[in-house]
């Protein structure tokens, strides 16, 4: 039975062909078909369809295909809404229809196929099971990229690999090694196997804090008259029963209710012991009568030096003001003095000397109109008196005025400072007024307050205090009393105290004992750490992780294993093949054969016993020849069986010079046999060389001007 | 993938029979997080169970560390 074999290809929205021009159609009826054009025509696009309607978008990732192109690579041509794409193909007489839409249109599946008009089938391994091919093979022996060659040309070691590993269709196992290796479960390890060694460090270093801590105490202990024997729960047990008794006896003592101590069995009831103890000592020293008593008297104390600092101010400002008011007095008289003074000021002398400066004043008027008068022309003429009509001299009337004027102003100077004296005193005499009622009052308030402070001292005290007692005097006897009880009831406190602290120094040794019996404890429990359930589980955890690695490890040595005899197997199945086309390609004298090293993966070139690695000699051309001939000895071989009858080879004459075109063109025509063939190719030369070297049948399409609009425009020779 | 079988073979030959069904269960999880995202998703998925048993380790040694460390805070 022969391999299906294209039939059709429509294709619309897909990578090149933009929806708008749309659905274009390429159509296979001749064993051999030639896809010419230049770089970006969207040969490549139509020869794409075909495996993305077959394999979906797994064609898309580099994951599944091992072409780093395929990064980012959209299906969708991005000025279309969906891409469609739709593969008829015939086997001897069954036709097989494939579709696929990356969305769901017009109520049709995104994906289906159909044998001889049947019923749609959705399942994508249905489809893989009827073609008999998975997409790493079918990228290895039936559908050779352009980016396969170039990959292989590059002189990367990593990247030749890749390339070997996409020709022999096993580029997925090698990703989904490096996907294991990615996680690093080797580091992970090796950080927790250190964590862990490190276990035994920190031990060590825990156990020493703890003997320097223990060293410490001890000498404390030591120091505080602890001997060796008391360093034991019973030498701790033996201290807290004397403190107990203590403790019961000073609460006896005082009439005070016995304090509730806990019992000391263990570590753990010491240390509650001191806590409740230290608690109670505490209480007893706050409750003892005598303690209260010289607290209360303290107290007292405090408040008969507060009222004696008090009254002595108020008493100090009040003497201060009375003696001001004394010295004022002295000075200027009291109170009634001044106010009669400064009434005879304002009534009388004031308002008399502002009269008679008046009177002055006007006389001094008429005396000066009169001599004015007497200066003018009409002056001099005049000899009679105007008022008794005697006969008078202007010059002696000008005189005596002359005279007169002159006594006026004396007269008016000495007026004016009379009144400018008054003013003065007036001034003054309201100044000194005011300051003395100021006085009075502050001295009012004084004294009340004075007497509020002798009443408070009263109160203190409990007495009367008659005016003719001072209160200060009997606040200090008071004072004075008060420190005597307080000197005998400090001697009672400083008894009872003496006690307590008895008590407390007893407390803190036995606190010294616990310290030390638990510093005892826990280099007992880090000693025996090994033998805890913390231990255990840290333990536990770091078997689960290496077990985890073990597993890991486990599948990745099965995947390289499957990788490397899957690998061994097709170079040993494809061995003569790959030799006999690279001879025909390249006809190399030198190294004329070519093989593939099953353990180093490396292409090696062969002649007789000598071999070389290919990429350290070889040109670009050869290595091209190298390429196809693996890539066309997988796809012929019969190991590798499959249900295609048909086979692409994308632009493949790169780097190729004419005579290995005329080579490529030959080998093609002979190596395939009865398979379909389509190529794609931009180079002329090559186009050329098919046509006049392949005896199939070739059907022709031109692909050229290509837009973003329409895409290509498609010719058929 | 069609090498699954064979893979899933080795494996056995690899782990002892008790663990087979544990490396299996991995694989299979493996395998599904291949078809999915590819080496990323295997990465991912290894690494979270790693990630996990790490967090785990990590929660013991410190709870072993914190008892070590016991007492020396109350001299």
Redesign the interface.
Known sequence: MNGYQLVKVELKGFRGFPEQGGTQEFKFDEPCTLLLGKQGSGKSSVLCAVEWCFFGDRVA????TGIRERKDWLVRNNRSRASIVEVTLKRDEQVLIVYRCNRRLQGRPRFYYQTDGGEFHEDESGLRAVLGI?LPDYMSCVHLHQEVISALLVETPGERKNALDRLMGLA??R??L???H????SE?LR??DN??GG?ET??EA?MQ??RS?LER?TKDAGEHGIVQDELSLGGGKKHIGAIKDQIQKFAGDYGLPAPDLPECKDLEDMESFIDAATAAVRKLRNEQPDMAHQQHMLRRKKELGTLKVNYEGKKETLQDLRTKTEKLTNSYGDLPELKDRLKKVEKGLLPEARNRQNEISNRAGVIREALKLLGSPQGKSINRCPVCEQTISPEDVRRHLEKWQEEMKDKLASTEAEIKKLEEEETNLKKVISQLRQLQSQTQIAAKDVSESTKAIADALKVEISESQDPLTLLSKGMADLEDELEKVGKVVEQSNARLNSMEDGLADVRRIN?IL??Q??ME??SK?KE?N??E??A???K??H??????E??Y???Q???Q??AKSRIASTRDAISSIFRELAQRSDFPDLRIDPVSYEVIAVRGDKSEIAQRFLNKGDINCAALSIFLALATSKDLSHNLGFMILDDPSQTLDSTHNERLAGVLDHVLGNRQLIIATSEENFAKELRNSLTKKKQVYFMRDWSDDTGPKVEIE | MKEADDIVTEIKTRVPDSKHEEAIALWNQVLSAFNCQSSQGVTNVVGARLSKLRNAYDDAHQALMRKMGRGSSKQ
Do not use: W
Request: proline share 2%.
């Open positions: 990732r580099i994951g599944d998975e997925p196992l990703n989904l490096d996907g294991i990615g996680s690093r479960i992970q950080d927790i964590q862990f276990i920190q031990l825990g804090v703890k801590d105490a310290t638990r510093i404890r826990d429990e880090l750490i805890t913390e231990y589980q840290v536990k955890a770091r689960s992780a077990d985890f690695a073990d597993l890991s486990s599948i040595e099965a995947v294993t499957v990788l005899r899957n």
